[in-house]
């Protein structure tokens, strides 16, 4: 028995030996040439990552690179200078740049990147080989049964089987995962910009409860020295109870509206630090963001035709392509190889050598079902594409009338007549209340009437700043 195992191990290690020997080198250049075309593949998606956008400091006129901003996610030494500060107003544009620092987001994007460069490399290759062991011809019944010496057919067997897929085939596959690597890298670019322009709009949101509820504490301050003033009047028999009564009446009004103004500054940080987290507390600047003109709308439409987006739909269009031609290629037959060693113990010993190659020749309900169906897809993304940029153009004029518009508004009606005059009709009214001409109701009229103006045009001047920065996710 032990000189049959050693033979039987010999006879093995050199029969798998000599089938590698024969098979690697046949494969070996081709499986380093595809490796380099990966290689070459990863850099270059890589290096579109890294974009060669760039974030410029409000305060500073050094450019930090798009690279290091998305990188940071993902090391964690990301360092923010715009974040020092933790006591210095907030302006929108800062926390746009936040939001893109240490951002989950922007770190999960760029891991489903490196995910997908990594597949590219891994289905170039050969599928593993298989090793096969067994009994074969071992009789049970008659006078040479449970005997591994007595028939000359009983042997120990064992194989190593390889399958080749085609060459074609390999290089389509991996070039599926290279055209992912690469659409998801232009989805980082919509990301973030779709996370600063999110980021501006929830800052916006918060100015907004806060801005109005100064105008309101402006307010109650005039009133309590009204109240103060009637009390005095009063007591000396020159104003009715009826005035102290109302006017305080008034202040309480006032005083609730900075409470639901208070609410919603609460709701609008907690919104906001979704996107900046602790930094949503800090103060914010008084200022809207320079909203200097937009672009015209020609050119914001024609902006729109190389937008990342439509480009990461574009890539989109060609993964369907790949995969049409990955359907096309499996009308093609693969083959495979094996290799096997039969051991007999009492007898000399065997060795075999089998190919095989798949046989696609019922195609009718596998290969043309599956490319009609690679086709139809083609054709959906192409339809997908089509449809988003008719999306994107209805957005940008519809974003640009609404700039426009409240432009037109600020500029020509509430700063040029409606707020002047709102202000004349309060000072009227005052004095003539003073000389006894007109009661407290006029008063408090004209106060309300100007306060509900001022409220509209900073809705006014909300929505302005909203349109322009729903314009710039476009132009930026």
Do not use: C
């Amino acid at each position: 028995m032990f000189k049959f195992t050693v033979r039987f191990s010999t006879a093995l290690a050199f029969a798998v030996g000599g089938f590698w020997l024969a098979i690697v080198p046949a494969v070996r250049g081709e499986v380093a040439q595809m490796r380099a075309d990966n290689s070459a593949a990863a850099r270059a998606v890589r290096i579109a990552v890294a974009g060669g956008k760039e974030f410029v400091s409000r305060n500073s006129n050094e450019a930090v690179s798009s690279k290091a901003a998305a990188t940071a996610p993902l090391t964690g030494r990301g360092t923010d200078p715009l974040s020092a500060d933790e006591a210095a107003p907030l302006s929108a544009d800062q926390a746009a740049r936040l939001a893109v620092i240490n951002q989950p987001l922007l770190g999960g994007q760029q891991a489903a990147i490196a995910a997908a460069e990594q597949n590219a490399i891994a289905a170039a290759q050969l599928p593993d080989p298989r090793l096969r062991a067994g009994l074969q011809d071992y009789p049970i019944t008659g006078s040479d049964s449970f005997s591994f010496t007595r028939d000359n057919f009983t042997m120990l067997t064992v194989g190593v089987a390889q399958e080749f897929p085609r060459e074609e085939k390999r290089r389509l596959r991996s070039q599926r995962e290279q055209l992912s690597a690469q659409e998801k890298s232009l989805e980082l670019d919509v990301m973030r910009r779709a996370i600063e322009r999110d980021a501006a709009l929830a800052w916006l949101d918060v100015y907004y409860p806060q801005q109005a509820a100064r105008l309101v504490e402006s307010l109650q301050r005039e009133s309590e020295a009204q109240i103060e003033s009637l009390g005095i009047a009063y007591r000396a028999g020159k104003k009715s109870q009826a005035d102290v009564l109302a006017e305080q009446v008034n202040l309480r009004l006032l005083k609730d509206r900075t409470a639901e103004f208070t609410k919603r500054d609460r709701q609008a940080r907690a919104m906001l630090s979704r996107w900046i987290g602790a930094a949503a507390e800090r103060p914010l600047d008084d200022n809207l963001p320079n909203a200097s003109p937009p672009p015209s709308l020609a050119a914001l439409l024609q902006l729109v035709e190389t937008h990342p987006h439509l480009n990461t739909l574009e890539k989109q269009i060609e993964q369907a392509r790949n995969e049409v031609a990955i359907a096309r290629a499996a009308y093609k037959p693969d083959w495979s190889l094996e290799l096997s060693y039969g051991a007999r113990p009492a007898f000399s010993d065997f060795i075999g050598v089998q190919a095989g190659i798949d046989l696609p020749v019922f195609t009718k309900n596998r290969q043309d079902k599956n490319l009609s169906a690679k086709l139809a897809l083609a054709d959906q993304a192409r339809y997908a594409r089509d449809d988003a940029q008719r999306m994107m153009e209805s957005d940008v004029k519809r974003y640009y009338a609404e700039w426009q518009s409240t432009s037109e508004r600020l500029e020509q009606g509430f700063d040029a007549h409606i707020l002047p005059r709102a202000k004349q009709r309060v000072d009227a009214a005052l004095a003539a209340y003073r000389a006894g001409r007109a009661d407290l109701n006029a008063v408090l009229e004209a106060r309300r009437a100007e306060f509900d103006l001022a409220l509209q045009r900073l809705s006014l001047q909300l929505e302005q700043a909203r349109a322009y920065r729903q314009l710039r996710y476009f132009f930026e």
